[in-house]
């Protein structure tokens, strides 16, 4: 098909009706600069100006409003078959659905741009967007065409392709704003061995050099900046997964090559550099903390290995066969309850009571501190890991940690303990 041949076919497309015609040539229009966007204004990992942010904040909140709505068409769409005015009704909401995809994509784009995020699932859920705007308006067009022809078969296979993006592009979402092992986290286990994303859900193996000595230095100094809610330089560091997959300029951690990567480069730069990290003026890591990384690094920077040469691990040594707590079974209960709270959690370290419990207080850190912890006491011969990070608990609870006698991993950073009395 040449040229002329391609105008032709295209011309047949637009319809010769004057408000039609300016509709479609509107719609392509519309369609273009969306997809060219992203090459217009650069997604750069940089912040931007405050009210683009702000005004980008809605996005979460008006997303609801065209989900609804493309939910709804085929329902409508169904029901038309039997009460013709639902069939009337369908090519309104759908309209409607497009225009709300359009505005919630530019509410996106500017939430993305305005905070600096470029990870890769905010790229996937930019395009899953972006898709799913241009489908409706697809669809739209189909529709209104309803001519017994290519168009009209084409609407019913263009609606369940609009369905199946919105469904991934929710999911890209969702890993955005709860982390990726959002949906998994409680998934029975018969299923969660089933699932193919298991690894990419960054589960962290406590009891590897990664997860005891890497993870807790990076939560610690750089998941603020980098990690689910904030992927300044396209760089998340709250797993392996994503310590693994780089940032905006590629892999941050080579294995074997120290130098060569950009994690240890850039927390040993001068700290007048502008690109030292931690930025923005936080405290740099410790020489001991350096150390660990750059050991972790030359011998190759797996998740598994459960020891580095050279690093002592302090405390207990892993080979040293962990001691069984007492059995929590008649507990139950209020533990389950807590689970489905809003406040601290008491999460199984397994499906085995003897392997203890982990106290988390991720969720209620802001309110959580001395007298909360006390609470917790008569659970205390159970918990082996307390994650007390970015609460307010100050010195005056070591006396009540003292009595979690079975306590292996104690978490403080960002809390008010000094570290007097911590023996
Ligand atoms: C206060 C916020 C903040 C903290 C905390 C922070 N970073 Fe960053 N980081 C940034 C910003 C902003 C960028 C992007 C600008 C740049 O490249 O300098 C960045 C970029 C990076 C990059 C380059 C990514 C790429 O692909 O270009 C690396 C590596 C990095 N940070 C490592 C770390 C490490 C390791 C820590 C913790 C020890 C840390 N950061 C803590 C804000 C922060």
């Known amino acids: 098909m040449g040229w002329n041949g391609a105008v032709r076919t295209i011309r047949k497309f637009v319809p010769t009706n004057p408000v039609r015609r300016a509709l479609w040539i509107g719609a392509t229009v519309t369609s273009g600069a969306l997809v060219l966007l992203p090459e217009v204004i650069k997604l750069d990992g940089r912040r931007h100006a405050d009210w683009v ?7 979460p909140l008006a997303l609801h409003i065209p989900i609804g709505l493309i939910v709804l068409v085929p329902l409508l769409e169904i029901g038309g078959a039997f009460r013709p005015a639902l069939r009337e ?9 497009c225009v709300c995809s359009f505005g919630t994509v530019l509410l996106g784009y500017m939430l993305a741009y305005g905070s600096g995020d470029i990870g890769t699932t905010v790229r996937r859920h930019m395009w899953g967007g972006i898709a799913l705007a241009i489908g409706l308006l697809l669809c739209l067009l189909a529709r209104s065409s309803m001519t017994p022809g290519v168009t009209a078969r ?4 263009l609606l369940v ?7 991934w592009t929710a999911h890209q979402g969702g890993t955005l704003t709860h982390g990726s092992g959002y949906l998994t986290q409680y998934m029975p286990a018969p299923l969660r061995r089933l699932n193919p994303f298991q690894t990419a859900a960054g589960i962290r193996d406590s009891n590897s050099f990664y997860g005891k000595e890497i993870h807790p230095i990076l939560d610690a100094n750089c998941v603020s900046c980098h990690g689910a809610s904030k992927t300044e330089g396209g760089l998340r560091l709250d797993s392996y997964y994503w310590l693994m997959k780089g940032g905006k300029d590629g892999a941050v951690v080579v294995p074997r090559n120290v130098q060569g990567s950009m994690l240890f480069e850039r927390t040993t730069l001068p700290r007048d550099n502008k690109h030292s990290m931690p930025a923005e003026g936080r405290p740099p890591l410790r020489p001991d903390e350096i150390a660990r990384i750059r050991a972790w690094i030359e011998q190759g920077a797996s998740a598994e290995t459960p020891s580095v040469a050279g690093v002592a691990i302090e405390g207990q040594s892993i080979d040293e066969p962990i001691q069984p707590v007492g059995d929590y079974s008649a507990l139950t209960q209020e533990i389950g309850e807590m689970a489905r709270s809003q406040g601290p959690k008491l999460l199984p370290v397994s499906a085995k009571p003897s392997d203890g419990l982990i106290l988390s207080t991720v969720d209620a850190s802001a309110s959580f501190g001395d007298a909360q912890l006390v609470q917790f006491q008569k ?12 609460t307010s608990v100050t010195d005056a609870s070591f006396e009540t940690i003292s009595k979690f006698m079975h306590l292996r991993a104690l978490h403080l950073e960002g809390t008010p303990v000094t570290g007097r009395g911590l023996a």
């Open 89 to 97: 009704a369908a090519s309104f909401v759908l309209g409607l659905a």
């Open 161 to 167: 392709c609009v369905l199946f993006t919105l469904l």
């Open 379 to 390: 659970f205390a011969p159970y918990v082996v890991e307390a994650d007390l990070a970015r």
């Open 154 to 157: 084409a609407y019913p296979v």
């Open 53 to 59: 942010q702000f005004v980008g904040r809605f996005h």
